[in-house]
C-alpha cells in the first residue's frame, strides 16, 4: 500500500490537511480551569465553527482535501478489539478518581457508537450528564467537588502539535502538559488501526512514551534536507536530540536540524508562534525574538554511528538560513512591521502563524492587518480568514493545521 505522507517543505502546494472541527470540548471551558487547560478566554462555539468551517472553505476553494481528526480517529477503532484497547488506554490516561468513575465512564462509552464515543472523548464529561447512568462512585455524586468526571480537550482543534508528518513519517509527540498529552492517543490509534495506514510502513521519528517533551507547533521543514526545530516553552533540547538521531540517522533525505533557542514564554509557546515560512526565501518573524534568538546546528557526526554534531552559529538569522537553504538572498518579514506595540498585539493574536499553501500563498487571521499588508507588499497572496473566538485558544492558521501532504518543491 502507498503511504499517503509525504511534508517535505512548510511551503509545497498543500494537498491534503487534517483539522479538527471545534465541538462542544469548547463548552466544557469553565473559569477556574482555563490555565490548566491552556485557554485564555472562553470561545462561541457556535461562531467559532462558523470561523472554523470557513477554514476549511478556502482549503476546498483552492484544491485542499481536508480531512477530520475525529473521522480518522473513529474509523480507526471499528474493529472492537481496537475499541476496547483504545478505551482501557484513554482512562487509563485521563486522571478518573477511583474504579468506580472509570466502571461509570466505561458503561457509559459503551452505550455510544464510535463515532458518539470519540465526540464524547474530546468534550469531556460533566457529572450532570450521567446522573441517569448507574453511578458507581461516590465522588461522582458530589457536584459541587468538581463539575467533571472527565476533563474536555479544548486544545484538539490545533491539530498541529499532538503528532507531526515529517517526510513520510510521523513524529508522535510527547506534550508539555497532561492536558494535551491525551491527544496523541488518537496518532497512536490512527497510524496502527486505520485501513489507510495500518499496512504501511510508516516511519516512527519519535513517540509519545518518550520521556521529554516535544510539540508539533516547533517543527519546521524548511526544505527536504533541513528542518527547524524551536527549543521553547514546550519542547525539550533533549527530544530534539533524540528526534534528530532518528531521522538524520534515517534514509529520510533529512541532513540538517536547526534548533532555534528562543524565550521560555506563553505568548511565544512554539517555534511556529514567532516564525513561519512563506515562501522560497521569505519568512515572518516576531521581532521580539530576533535579539534572545540562538541557533544551533545538529547534523550527523563523522565519529560513530548514530553520533550527532551540534555547533553554535554564529551569524546573523538570515545569513544562517541562506548557507543552510542555499539561498542568495532571504527575507525576514516582520510581524507588525517592527513597531513594538503592533508587533506585540498582533503577535499575540498569532500574526506570525501563517500557514502556507502554496510558495507565496498563505492563510492569516483578517485581524491582524498591519502584517497582512506588509505581506501583500512582499508579493504573497494572502488568504484572510476572520476570527474573534477560534483566535481566543492562542493558536493560528497554521496551528489550527497538520498537513499530510504537499507537491515536492
Ligand atoms: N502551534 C501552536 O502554537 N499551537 C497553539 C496551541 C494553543 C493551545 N492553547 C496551547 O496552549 O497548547
Not at 60 to 73: K, R, S, T
Not at 288 to 307: D, M, N, W, Y
Not at 317 to 333: A, P, T
Not at 385 to 400: F, I, K, N, Q, T
Amino acid at each position: 500500500m502507498k503511504n499517503p505522507l509525504n511534508v517535505k517543505s512548510e511551503i509545497g502546494k498543500l494537498n491534503t490537511v487534517l483539522l479538527h472541527r471545534p465541538g462542544k470540548e469548547l463548552e466544557n471551558l469553565v473559569p477556574d480551569c482555563l490555565d490548566r487547560l491552556l485557554f485564555d478566554d472562553i470561545p462561541y462555539l457556535e461562531n467559532a465553527i462558523k470561523e472554523h468551517d470557513e477554514f476549511a472553505r478556502i482549503f476546498n476553494e483552492n484544491g485542499v482535501e481536508v480531512i477530520y481528526l475525529e473521522d480518522l480517529a473513529s474509523e480507526a477503532i471499528a474493529n472492537g478489539k481496537v475499541r476496547e484497547k483504545f478505551i482501557d488506554d484513554f482512562l487509563d490516561e485521563s486522571s478518573v478518581v477511583g474504579e468506580g468513575s472509570r466502571e461509570t465512564i466505561k458503561e457509559y462509552f459503551d452505550s455510544l457508537s464510535n463515532s458518539e464515543l470519540v465526540d464524547k472523548m474530546m468534550a469531556g464529561i460533566r457529572k450532570t450528564e450521567i446522573k441517569n447512568h448507574k453511578i458507581h462512585s461516590l465522588s461522582d455524586m458530589l457536584d459541587c467537588d468538581y463539575p467533571f468526571i472527565l476533563d474536555p480537550m479544548p486544545n484538539l482543534y490545533f491539530t498541529r502539535d499532538p503528532f507531526a508528518i515529517v517526510g513520510n513519517g510521523v513524529c508522535i509527540n510527547h506534550m508539555r502538559t497532561e492536558t494535551r498529552n491525551r491527544e496523541t492517543l488518537f496518532a497512536k490509534y490512527i497510524f496502527e488501526y486505520h485501513p489507510k495506514f495500518k499496512d504501511v510502513d510508516i516511519p516512527i521519528w519519535y513517540n509519545r512514551d518518550e520521556r521529554y517533551s516535544i510539540e508539533g507547533g516547533d517543527i519546521l521543514i524548511l526544505n527536504n534536507e533541513v528542518m527547524a526545530v524551536g527549543i521553547s516553552q514546550r519542547t525539550d533540547s533533549a527530544a530534539i536530540e533524540k528526534f534528530a538521531r532518528n531521522i538524520l540517522w534515517s534514509d529520510s533525505g533529512f541532513k540538517t536540524v536547526l534548533a532555534f533557542d528562543i524565550p521560555k514564554k506563553r505568548a511565544f509557546m512554539h517555534l511556529d508562534t514567532v516564525f513561519t515560512m512563506i515562501d522560497y526565501n521569505k519568512f515572518t518573524i516576531h521581532p521580539e525574538i530576533e535579539g534572545p534568538l540562538t541557533v544551533f546546528s545538529i547534523t550527523k557526526s563523522v565519529h560513530g554511528k548514530e553520533k550527532l554534531s551540534i555547533e553554535k552559529e554564529e551569524s546573523e538569522l538570515e545569513d544562517i538560513l541562506m548557507k543552510y537553504l542555499k539561498l542568495d538572498k532571504v527575507s525576514l518579514i516582520r510581524c507588525g512591521g517592527g513597531n513594538i506595540v503592533d508587533a506585540a498585539r498582533e503577535q499575540w493574536n498569532d500574526g506570525s502563524n501563517t500557514l502556507a499553501i502554496a510558495p507565496g500563498e498563505v492563510i492569516v487571521y483578517g485581524r491582524n492587518y498591519i502584517t497582512n499588508r506588509i505581506l501583500e507588499d512582499n508579493g504573497i497572496i494572502v488568504h484572510r480568514l476572520d476570527s474573534s473566538e477560534l483566535v481566543r485558544g492562542r493558536g493560528g492558521p497554521r496551528c489550527m493545521s497538520m498537513p499530510f501532504s504537499r507537491e515536492d518543491i
